[in-house]
């Protein structure tokens, strides 16, 4: 497509429940991203994939948070056992290249409520 | 934590006036991007400043950088109305620089 897919753009979900936000990114971009954003804040950096190497999931808040990404393309993040304090929106973003070379495009995002 | 801490936090002007936003980082960095968001959604990327340049120009933004001092600015010119929006600084952070880390954002509002 020619920007960055994000879906749904809204998500309204009971407490507990697991949730599969979608990503995708510009076609033959190597890199992309996740974020989270919270009402008035600044971005918060989830996980990062780099073509084929093994991804950075150093900002993932807990182990209900996982992300894969297949074939290289497309991207889900998933939030298991969803909790109030996970409500914010997830921004998805993708480069040509990684973070040294070139801009990061973004979706709309998604704005997930957990009620 | 942060690597990248905007200021100020909010900003509020009369159009036609100059707007000027800092960012300051904490480690060494290849480049430093400045991005725009309306209304809490996607970002827009507006300019990249690579650590051997100290100033780059791009209609009526100017960035400039000084990597002695970890810190960049945004300057935008005779502020419209239409550039009421947040604005974040981002690094390429982290072991290897392999991944974007954002600051916290300046909002500016611009008043007609």
């Known amino acids: 497509g020619a920007g960055v897919s994000q879906s749904p753009s809204n998500k309204v979900t009971e407490k507990g429940k697991d949730v599969e936000l979608r990503c995708d990114p510009i076609?033959?971009?190597?890199?992309l991203y996740w974020y989270r954003q919270s009402l008035g804040q600044g971005l918060e950096f989830l996980i990062y994939f780099q073509g084929n190497s093994a991804p950075d999931k150093s900002g993932l808040p807990s182990d209900r948070f996982s992300a894969e990404r297949t074939g290289g393309s497309v991207s889900t993040l998933t939030i298991q056992r969803t909790q109030q304090e996970d409500s914010a929106v997830y921004l998805c973003?993708?480069?040509?290249?990684?973070?040294?070379?070139?801009?990061?495009?973004f979706g709309q995002g998604t704005r997930l409520t957990v009620v | 934590s942060q690597q990248g801490e905007e200021d100020p936090q909010a900003l509020s002007i009369q159009e036609g006036e100059n707007a000027t936003m800092n960012c300051s980082y904490k480690t060494s960095i290849n480049n430093l991007q400045w991005y725009r968001q309306n209304s809490g959604r996607g970002l827009v990327h507006l300019i990249l400043?690579?650590?051997?340049?100290r100033e780059k120009h791009s209609g009526r933004l100017r960035v400039t950088l000084d990597t002695s001092k970890k810190s960049s600015s945004l300057l935008i010119t005779a502020s419209r109305a239409a550039d009421t929006a947040s604005y974040f600084c981002?690094?390429?952070?982290?072991?290897?620089?392999?991944?974007?880390?954002f600051g916290a954002g300046t909002r500016l509002f611009v008043k007609a």
């Open positions: 400043i690579r650590s051997n340049e």
């Open positions: 973003a993708s480069s040509l290249l990684g973070p040294r070379n070139t801009e990061a495009f």
């Open positions: 981002a690094t390429d952070a982290g072991a290897g620089g392999f991944k974007t880390i």
């Open positions: 076609s033959g971009h190597t890199a």
